[in-house]
């Protein structure tokens, strides 16, 4: 799985508040990891490490974790939300929990400090779900 270099970065919310972000910078980073078995076959999956602490104690900063793009979250599960920013091709992302979803756009989750907040659909582009440590090792 290719690993891709993320940087920490702030993203402005429509009501003028911002969360932790990241902008997945100069996209893969040379660094692969071993797929796990239960990627096997599955395109478009990528790695990063988790660039600050938004989501401590979930993930930490400094660690791995996969996003795949192949399976559709549900309320509940970690995602990696592909934000649509207009800057210049650098890619920004959010790690979140999907607390829920509508027509009108997600309902997210930070845990430090402890946020919910609403990102509109025109504000992401992707939603990748964030594959679990036991979902690596069920394989």
Known sequence: VPVYAAEPADFALEDG???????????????LVPRPASLEGLRGTIAFYVPGTAMDP????????????????????????LLRTGDGGRRSALLATLAGRGPEGLV???????????????????????????EILRG
Do not use: C, K
């Open 17 to 31: 508040e911002t969360v932790e972000a990241m902008v997945l910078a100069g996209g893969y980073s040379g660094q």
């Open 58 to 81: 979930r993930f930490r900063a400094g660690e791995l974790a996969i996003a795949d793009p192949n399976r559709p979250p549900r309320a509940g599960e970690d995602v990696l939300v």
């Open 108 to 134: 997210l989750e930070q845990f430090s400090p402890a946020r919910r907040f609403a990102l509109a659909t025109g504000q992401f582009e992707g939603l990748w779900r964030i594959i679990s440590v036991e």
